[in-house]
């Protein structure tokens, strides 16, 4: 996989086919996708659907659920009924380049969870149902399960959660599930909510849907763009307009730290987009025992190394090492954040990657320990070598691409 994404060798098909532009998706069980559309709409479709003959449905949706969310701004009557701060998240978030409709999606086994330009969050399911297929000219039929999106509401305590001044419940601009049960719920309010998705009522629908208040609250004081979870070594990340990245426990939340390398640009530029990466694939060595029996040897495998990758709103990307507590393989509360000890640069500013994007980077992703890829608003999907450990001669490549004209911040 490395070499593929090295040397771009990838081969290109279409799965999902849609009279509709696909503003955000998510995968949780392959190949079933989860897609929001620009006009508002949630799409169900398999990734690996082929064409069976003329009546196929190949690359189309399995449902559809039309109008979920909001396609503009300007679909709402009264400006009471969508958030003050619309305009200017907007802004900070795409730019000139907004799409409209859905804004955030994610998706766990069968729950799925939406955000639009509306404020708060919807929630619906994958269900099946058992249908007739007619096989061959003889009038033979076979049962099959057909999936569906069946809607469920929105969650009760966002919609009573309202902002001062206005109906419309906070902002949501990111979500995401992690592995022990709480769906983290990320505002434009600067709050950072998390729920239990786990626990149903005796209809086995998810309590979050009627909670009045969240499991987790924390407040950052400032905007949050995105968040990133990363289960492996308990952690999660995510970016806020002012202050930077901030690190925070997935057991509640809490705060573990905070960095801003942004804090000293010339140019006005923010924390876009984040996410933790492991840099690295450890190779388990031969140890010799520590017993009486000199002979005796034990094969080791070391704990992977871990950093936090930024991207700016400009096109600056930054990396810093993290500290992982070596027993349990989670990050260390005690130094969650390492200094960087190459190089003249300042060691609280991590390291600096370059060259830059020459847009706000928006999307993040590790296909494998070691690589980054980046996406941006300048048009372009980069893949990065994120790894710690590199050669003289990399670093020396590295130095003969870096533009100067962007080292202005």
Not at 16 to 44: K, M, T
Not at 222 to 251: A, K, N, Q
Request: with cysteine; aromatic share 6%; net charge negative.
């Amino acid at each position: 996989i490395r070499y593929n994404w090295k040397e771009a060798n990838c081969v290109s098909t279409v799965r999902v086919a849609l009279n509709d532009w696909i503003r955000r998706l998510a995968v949780d069980l392959y190949p079933l996708v989860v897609c929001g559309s620009a006009r508002g709409h949630l799409y169900l479709a398999d990734l690996e659907q082929t064409s069976t003959g003329k009546d196929s449905t190949t690359m189309g949706p399995l449902d559809c659920l039309k109008h979920v969310h909001a396609s503009h701004l300007e679909e709402s009557v009264d400006v009471n009924e969508t958030p003050p701060d619309l305009n200017e998240a907007l802004e900070v978030l795409y730019g000139n380049y907004d799409g409209g409709g859905v804004m955030a999606i994610a998706v766990k086994k069968d729950w799925i969870v939406s955000s639009g330009r509306e404020g708060g969050v919807h929630v619906c399911s994958i269900v099946g149902a058992e249908e007739d297929v007619y096989t061959g000219s003889r009038g033979g039929t076979t049962r099959r399960t057909r999936l569906m999106l069946q809607p469920l509401g929105r969650m009760r305590g966002l919609e009573e959660e309202t902002i001062p001044g206005s109906s419309s419940p906070p902002l949501i601009t990111s979500l995401a599930f992690d592995d022990q049960g709480t769906l983290w719920v990320a505002g434009y309010d600067g709050v950072l909510r998390g729920y239990d998705y786990e626990q149903t009522d005796a209809n086995d629908q998810p309590l979050m849907l009627r909670q009045t208040r969240a499991d987790h609250t924390v407040n950052v004081n400032s905007p949050i763009l995105s968040v990133s979870i990363r289960d492996e070594i308990g952690c999660g990340v995510m970016t806020t307009l002012s202050r930077g990245v901030l690190l925070f426990s997935l057991e509640d939340g809490h705060i573990l730290a905070e960095w801003n390398p942004f804090v000293t640009s010339k140019r006005g530029e923010y924390a876009r987009s984040a996410m933790i990466v492991q840099t690295d694939e450890p190779q388990p060595f031969e140890q010799e025992d520590d017993g009486n029996c000199n002979d005796s040897t034990e094969t080791v495998v070391p704990s992977p190394h871990w950093s936090v990758v930024v991207g700016g709103s400009k096109g600056t990307l930054y990396q810093r090492c993290l500290g992982i507590h070596s027993r349990t393989g989670f990050i260390s509360e005690r130094t969650p954040l390492m200094d960087n000890t190459d190089g003249d640069d300042d060691s609280t500013m991590g390291t600096r990657i370059r060259p830059n994007h020459l847009g706000p980077i928006v999307a993040m992703d590790s296909p494998s320990p070691g690589l980054l890829v980046t996406g941006s608003h300048d048009g372009t999907m980069r893949v990065w070598d994120c790894s710690l450990y590199r050669t003289d001669e990399d670093e020396d490549d590295e130095d003969d691409d870096d533009d100067d004209e962007d080292d202005d911040d």
